[in-house]
């Protein structure tokens, strides 16, 4: 049941700190680093949902552990490593030059589409 994706994302000046106002230095942020996670997560699972079907974020637990410049190359690593019903649970590395630089643990929830977006209405 286990599933893999990696991914690679480039650090662009938009994804630092101090461009998302997350702290004020030229370093990933760690909502940048979350959002390669989550994206990398979500991604994994796409092609495994229902037509009408998506998965939405709902936790995560996350560990930034060092520092990585503009312009890095940051691949992102998750696994599948359990699907309770419509949980999905997710366990996502981060590294650059080979150094990990994050973790994660991470749950997503397979949603019907149109039924999810009336909830905001």
Known sequence: MVKTLTQEFQIKKKDTAAAMGSGGLEVLSTPSMIAFMENTAYELFTPLSSSGETTVGIEINVK???PSAVGKRVEVRAKLVEQKKSILFFHIEAYDDEKLIGTADHK??????????????
């Open 108 to 121: 997503r929830a397979v949603v019907t589409i149109e039924t999810f977006m009336k909830n905001i209405e």
């Open 64 to 66: 930034h552990l060092s």
